[in-house]
């Protein structure tokens, strides 16, 4: 990948910051190379001309973060913050601005954890199995919530709103005060943080007055470079079912008994109902199903869910915590699902000193990376992007958005990889949209079927709670209350925070002044 | 120990730079690279779609050099991504690719 300058900057302005970033960091930790490019771009790229890094900087601490930021700012060289960079689906490591430079923190790994209150404070760089490796090697009693690509960081997940799938799933609802360099290269804790050397620090999350954590969360005004994160006490037992369900229409009745549950607080995991596409994508490629790219037909649906065990919906659904107490609420789920008539039940039971079967991972905080062999979908060079509208926690709704998208899938010609997430009141329609990058005729659809998608969804209120670099002006476009009020406020911030607008120009659509030009319509 | 302790320092003491980290290539695999090179990662699923399942984990394998894995590596290969220098530096992957290809040269 030849280099890429960002709008108003010179070599000669680059060379001299790129001189200044090996004296601070150490030259070895500078990356200009045409690879080093390439290895900072987003492998999953519909749009292969976009988004290109110039290069990257990885500091081991925070005071080397501190230094490249007030070099960036003193030169005005744009610099776009990762933590691990596997942002798969999103953009992987690659800036929204071309030319910027990626500050690369995969290198800060330190873990502290606080056994007995049952949290951890990371630094950036720490996936989620480096953290699991930590708390199996200390004999530490807590669990992660992982996410199906658990190759990234734990902190970079939080940060971006992902999720896992036991109580603790929603992971940015699991912070709890942060350390952030500004744009200026100060550094700042948030909430009890704020007062040197406190004891509470990870363990009231709002401090005293305005509590900036989720300001730092899909931001540009500061660079996270230390997080506490609550983790869950390791259950006793975890105890609940694999359900199928087998019609299309079956994903109402679905999420309405699930949601209640839910909201009740009989269930307190964050269960994902997933289409049977989720679940087949990881067992086989669409070659054994459908020569010459075919559509894939209701029977083709129909032989590899047979094939597979699968329904048209699948979910995951568990207890956790004390064995008298999931013994107890199991048969009101089990009676509950029930009623809805299920194509299968698999009850599943594991309890303390049991061994995890790796395919159950996931409910039990033990990190993995096979879903993401559903980027193999085609047989070829694949990959997946994501379009995740926030909907109702109503199986009506839901089933009607689906139904809407799902016509587009096949208007045009794309496999529907949908799922539907819990939260507390909500759902999250995640749907990985699965790429075949050895053809070029269906890459050209992509992207009129994503602004398509974002458009059906705004039309009814929905918006999306993450998207990739390609479409957060777009996204943020559809937050448009009072002519786009909040966004006008990001951008007051941004612009008071970072008035060289040096810190991820165009993050979530936010633009400082001096890259204003740069927004898309 | 004590003993082995020392007679491993004076070894790092006199090996290239690149070297003293192979020792440590099977810590670095399993930090850098197990989680899809696993039994139970993305990589070895696809590959056992490709090869042999039995020698699909990279560690089961006698047929690896040096520079194919940097190639892989730093190049990506089929659905893996390439790995920045930030990621895995030069010195760890060629300790990583020391221990990975170490069937070949035996």
């Known amino acids: ?521 | 120990m004590k003993g082995r302790a020392i007679i491993l320092g004076l070894a790092l003491g006199t090996a290239p730079a690149w070297a003293q980290d192979a020792g440590n290539g099977k810590a670095l695999f399993h930090e850098k690279c197990a989680m899809c090179h696993d039994a139970n990662g993305m990589g070895t699923g696809l590959l056992a779609r490709r090869m042999d399942p039995k020698i699909a984990e990279l560690e089961k394998r006698t047929d690896l050099t040096p520079d194919f894995i940097a190639a892989a590596v730093r190049t990506g290969i089929g659905n893996m991504p390439n790995i920045s220098r930030g990621e895995v530096s030069d010195a760890q992957l060629a300790a990583i690719s020391a221990y990975l290809s170490k069937g070949k040269n035996q």
Not at chain 1, 351 to 359: E, H, K, L, Y
Request: net charge neutral; proline share 7%.
């Open chain 1, 1 to 521: 990948m030849d280099p890429v300058f960002p709008p108003g900057a010179s070599a000669a302005t680059f060379d001299r910051a790129l001189k200044a970033f090996g004296g601070a960091i150490g030259a070895d930790n500078v990356f200009t190379t045409d690879q080093d490019r390439d290895t900072y771009s987003d492998k999953f790229a519909v749009n292969e001309a976009g988004h290109h890094p110039y290069g990257g900087v990885a500091p081991s601490s925070v005071e080397e973060v501190q230094a490249i930021v007030r070099i960036a700012a003193e030169n005005r060289v744009p610099i776009w913050p990762i933590s691990r960079g596997k942002n798969l689906g999103y953009g992987y490591a690659a800036p929204e601005l071309s030319g910027s430079i990626v500050l690369d923190m995969s290198r800060m790994k330190k873990i502290e954890v606080d056994v007995e209150n049952g949290t951890a404070l990371l630094e950036p760089g720490v996936g989620f199995y480096d953290l699991y490796d930590y708390l199996q090697a200390h004999n530490i009693p807590l669990w992660l919530s992982v996410p199906g690509n658990s190759w990234g960081s734990v902190i970079g997940n939080a940060l971006d709103r992902g999720l896992g799938y036991t109580p603790y799933g929603e992971n940015t609802s699991k912070l709890c005060g942060l350390e952030v360099v500004l744009p200026d290269g100060d550094i700042i804790r948030t909430g009890m943080g704020a007062m040197a050397g406190s004891p509470t620090w990870n363990l009231y999350r709002y401090g005293f007055g305005p509590s900036w954590d989720q300001l730092f969360v899909q931001s540009n005004f500061g660079i996270v470079t230390k997080a506490n994160i609550w983790l869950m006490s390791a259950p006793e037992q975890v105890k609940g079912m694999d359900i199928e369900m087998d019609r299309m229409e079956d994903l109402a009745p679905l999420i309405d008994t699930l949601g209640a549950l839910r909201r009740e607080g009989v269930l307190q995991q964050s269960p994902t109902i997933g289409n049977w596409l989720r679940a087949a994508n990881i067992l086989t490629t669409r070659q054994e199903w459908v020569k010459d790219g075919g559509p894939l037909t209701d029977s083709v649906i129909a032989a590899i869910r047979k094939t597979f065990n699968l329904g048209w919906w699948g979910v995951s659904v568990r207890l956790y915590g004390r064995e008298a107490i999931t013994n107890a609420t199991y048969p009101i789920l089990e009676q509950a699902i029930n009623a809805i008539r299920p194509m299968s039940i698999k009850p599943a039971v594991w309890r303390t000193g049991d061994p995890i079967p790796p395919t159950q991972g996931g409910w039990m905080g033990v990190p993995m990376t096979f879903p993401l062999q559903n980027a193999n979908w085609f047989g070829g060079r694949g990959g997946h992007i994501g379009f995740s509208p926030i909907l109702p926690q109503s199986g009506k709704l839901a089933l009607e958005q689906f139904l809407r998208a799902y016509a587009r899938y096949r208007e045009f010609g794309m496999d529907p990889q949908t799922s539907f997430a819990f939260g507390e009141r909500h759902l999250i329609n995640v749907n990985a949209v699965l790429l075949n990058k050895d053809d070029p005729a269906f890459m050209k659809r992509v992207d009129p079927f994503l602004r398509a998608l974002i458009k059906d969804a705004r039309a009814h209120g929905y918006g999306e709670y993450r998207t990739h670099l390609d479409y957060m002006d777009t996204v943020a476009d559809t937050y448009d209350f009072n002519n786009h009020a909040l966004r006008r406020l990001n951008e007051k911030v941004k612009n008071a925070l970072d008035p060289a607008g040096i810190l991820a120009p165009g993050k979530s659509g936010i633009w400082p002044t001096a890259y204003a030009k740069e927004r898309r319509a």
